[in-house]
């Protein structure tokens, strides 16, 4: 009809209506902006469009572990008889011919006891520090206990440093320049790697708190922790030096709501885990210069020996150092607490390409659920974990969920370097019977192997039922 009133038009309407689904938050403020500043009733806020499903956090299982004192025991003996082992690999003889020159298997007569007994004291540094601060130190002074053990530590310090001063005279007139330079390299490297005036690469759990935004009433601040005095700093150097700077203690993880505060919680947790990788890196490489290297180095130049096999047992030490280190010092109870850290923090994957999907722009102070898609620095991303408050841009907060989002990945890691590890031994076993040394060498290397390898497969497989026992237990 003309007088009448006419309804809109449904490409007008299409027009005119914006679904409240498809407006991001920087678009709806726009609109108020332009409508007056007033609350539409039908634009709600972003923290009521959002559900974030509480992470509920497996169990752990209470797994032994060695003490300290055992661990560092039995890595000193290891580490003796793989030297052993090296000094049989160079020294061995055919005495068992009949016009041999000498009835024993080994020439001892060449064998530098001054350099093998500055070598001990090198292994054995971490173990009598272990033994100094762990030792009995729960005993007050008023006990028989805490008096005799006093002593005891006293003798063993100066009869660590008299070995230490016995075979240092010997070795410097009887060597070269370049062996001795051979001798203190790894001191070197650990000057160029930390430095003597490095106080802050070391701070304790309650340091590590304060600097990354943790409640500083159980730290000391940033700036004192700066300022500390040049004699200070040098005694505690000295003192990492002579213990491996390798620590038990690790942060322990609190489910934060604050996304600005899991963030800081993910700094801690990452600036320890490469703390602990960096120690135990050099720590490895370090017992496998002294046991395997060292020896090498000091061998008389007319005397021929298996170069490739020696070079062989160096690489060996190194890997089975590292592997018993990274499962003493990385436990998986500490990989739980990363686990659990990382799963806060989430991930976010780019995106290409156009989608119709609805988006938001990206703030820190929210906590994203999983499958939205947001607008950071003009590129689209997906949220990946069960929630998200990593920075989209931030590529170390992807490689720390993409490591530790599986609590299993580095104990599996292990165990297969380990299963390798055992795997080529038995093949050079098998193909090696008619070199006594070899074998001897092998053996004995196979035994500490078996044990290694049996510690991180009962890990792995107690943690592998009851991680798979929670995800059923979620799904259901």
């Keep these: 009809m003309p007088g009448g009133r006419r309804g809109l038009s449904r490409q007008q309407l299409s027009r005119s209506t914006i679904p409240v689904q498809s407006i991001s938050p920087s678009q709806t403020a726009t609109l108020r902006a332009r409508n007056g500043g007033g609350h539409s009733p039908t634009s709600p806020p972003l923290a009521a469009l959002i559900t974030i499903i509480p992470i509920k956090h497996t169990p752990f299982p209470d797994i032994p572990m060695e003490n300290n004192i055992v661990f560092e025991s039995i890595l000193l003996i ?4 793989a030297l052993f082992l090296q000094y049989v690999n160079i020294y061995k003889t055919v005495w068992w011919m009949p016009f041999a020159a000498t009835n024993t298997a080994l ?87 930390y430095g003597m005036g490095n106080d802050q690469m070391y701070l304790n759990n309650e340091d590590n708190q304060a600097t990354q935004g943790y409640p500083q009433s159980t730290a ?169 408050v990593a920075i989209p841009s931030d590529a170390s907060h992807t490689r720390f969920y993409m490591l530790f989002s599986n609590p299993l990945c580095l104990l599996n890691c292990l165990a297969l370097l380990e299963i390798s590890m055992v795997c080529y031994q038995l093949f050079l076993l098998l193909f090696t019977v008619y070199k006594w040394d070899h074998i001897l060498s092998v053996s004995l290397m196979l035994f500490v192997n078996y044990y290694v390898l049996f510690k991180l497969l009962r890990d792995r497989f107690i943690l592998g039922k009851v991680y798979a026992a929670s995800a059923e237990a979620s799904q259901t």
């Excluded at 001892?108 to 100094?132: E, G, N, Q, S």
């Excluded at 686990?339 to 989608?355: E, I, N, P």
């Design 78 to 81: 290891y580490l003796l008889l």
């Design 107 to 193: 020439n001892f007569y060449l064998i530098d006891i001054h350099l093998v007994v500055f070598i001990c004291v090198i292994l054995a540094r971490r173990l009598v520090w272990k033994f100094f601060t762990e030792a009995f130190v729960s005993y007050g002074y008023n006990t028989v206990t805490f008096w005799i053990v006093q002593p005891i530590k006293v003798v063993l310090l100066l009869t660590l440093l008299g070995s230490l001063t016995w075979t240092l005279l010997p070795l410097y007139s009887n060597n070269s320049i370049l062996n001795l330079l051979f001798l203190s390299y790894p001191f070197g490297i650990y000057l160029l790697l």
């Design 220 to 388: 000391k601040s940033n700036g004192e922790s700066r300022h500390r005095d040049d004699s200070r700093a040098l005694s505690r150097d000295a003192s990492q030096l002579i213990r491996g700077h390798l620590w038990p203690d690790f942060p322990q993880h609190q489910c934060l709501l604050c996304p600005q505060s899991i963030r800081d919680e993910v700094e801690v947790m990452k600036a320890d885990f490469n703390n602990r990788i960096k120690e135990i890196l050099f720590n490895s490489m370090l017992c496998a210069y002294y046991v395997g290297f060292i020896p090498v180095c000091f061998v008389q130049k007319y005397l021929h020996y298996d170069v490739w096999w020696s070079c062989q047992h160096i690489l060996f030490v190194w890997i089975n150092t590292f592997v018993m280190l990274m499962a003493q010092y990385i436990p998986p109870s500490y990989c739980d607490t990363l686990h659990r850290c990382a799963m806060h923090l989430g991930k976010w994957q780019k995106v290409d390409g156009y989608t119709n999907t609805p988006q938001h722009t990206w703030t820190e102070l929210t906590t994203w659920p999983c499958g939205v898609l947001i607008r950071h620095n003009r590129n689209l991303f997906k949220a990946v974990g069960p929630q998200n």
